[in-house]
């Protein structure tokens, strides 16, 4: 079956349901498949990192590492972590009790973090030891770089 034949206008419940049934199922095999690829990194608290109020999905993770890791030669630009997976996943993990500072224009708030020690190299191209984790209203991590968040050219 078909999208398409559920779109036409005589509505094909019993379809309609079956795909929804199977779409949900699968759903929850990728989320159950994710988390248990987060689960396989060697980090204390691994539990913290799916908070209900704060947390990462593997979709945001994949978007930081493929960005902000300097492993991985896209986005030149960005600022990218020089330490290893499980110490990104450990601050993240720790950055919970931080301060939310809402972003102007968004729903997003973000925390900044000093970790004391050289973490990477920010968009300007210089070591920092500061991290930002930007999250949504609903307290899903949507990015983490070094660095801080870039003021607008316009604000002075």
Request: aromatic share 10%; with cysteine.
């Amino acid at each position: 079956m078909s999208l398409d034949s559920i779109s036409n206008k005589e509505f094909n419940e019993d379809g309609w349901l079956r795909i929804l049934f199977l779409i949900n199922d699968t759903q929850i095999w990728v989320n159950e498949m994710a988390k248990s690829v987060i689960f396989l990194l060697p980090i204390e608290d691994r539990k913290k990192l799916f908070r209900k109020t704060f947390y990462i999905t593997v979709s945001s993770l994949a978007h930081i590492l493929e960005r902000h890791y300097y492993k991985i030669q896209r986005f030149p630009n960005a600022g990218k972590f020089t330490i290893n997976i499980p110490e990104i996943l450990s601050y993240l993990r720790d950055c919970f009790h931080h301060p939310c500072i809402p972003i102007p224009g968004t729903l997003n708030t973000h925390r900044v973090i000093d970790t004391g020690r050289v973490i990477g190299i920010d968009q300007n191209g210089n070591n920092t030891t500061l991290i930002t984790i930007v999250s949504d209203g609903g307290g899903k991590i949507v990015t983490a770089f070094p660095g801080v968040i870039a003021k607008n050219r316009n604000d002075k």
